[in-house]
């Protein structure tokens, strides 16, 4: 296992972590969170360019790593759900996009078709990353970001996961179905 997939495989361990600090303690709990958080989702970035640097690009970390992202910003979607900040059907939208994607990718995977990640779908990533911290940080610092500024980033970041979906699914769904000519 190289590197990058350890820290693909720490990125998964620091969920706990984040989660512990978001609904476990008092202030200043949302700090730490969004610490930890954001340590998690940057090390993304991280295990990529390392797996494609160091040519240590595996199936292992292909499966992986997308894993660890869709848990991480789903745990948030929830945690936050749980705690009344954002509503339930925020989460369900998150969380049913990243399901299919992975089906998809899967499937995609499976018949040959690389599948790497859109402009759009780091688009989403960077939206639902910056809306899950606001709100972390917003806990022990309200009025850090007003809530018209959080609304309106969560439903950019709510526009940018269906938007993502649907040209991923327009876009893959074609050449994962397509039948063999002959």
């Not at 969004?34 to 199936?59: K, P, Q």
């Not at 399901?99 to 790497?116: K, N």
Request: charged share 10%.
């Amino acid at each position: 296992m190289g590197i990058a997939n350890v820290i693909t495989v720490a990125r998964m361990a620091l969920i706990p972590v984040y989660l512990v600090f978001l609904i476990g303690f008092s202030p200043p709990r949302g700090v730490f969170a969004a610490i930890f958080f954001l340590l998690a989702a940057l090390s993304d970035i991280l295990d990529g360019y390392l797996a494609r640097r160091r040519d240590e690009v595996t199936s292992f970390g292909r499966f992986l790593d997308p894993l660890a992202d869709k848990l991480l910003v789903s745990t948030g979607f929830i945690a936050l759900v749980g705690m009344g900040l954002v509503p339930a059907w925020v989460a369900m939208i998150v969380i049913a996009r990243e399901l299919l994607i992975t089906g998809l990718r899967t499937m995609g995977w499976e018949a040959g078709i690389p599948f790497g990640a859109s402009v759009l779908g780091k688009a989403k990533t960077v939206a639902q990353v910056s809306i899950l911290t606001g709100y972390m940080l917003n806990l022990d610092y309200p009025g850090l970001f007003p809530p018209w500024l959080l609304v309106g980033v969560l439903l950019l970041a709510v526009v940018l996961t269906l938007a993502s979906g649907v040209h991923y699914l327009w876009t893959l769904t074609p050449q994962i179905f397509q039948q063999p000519k002959g």
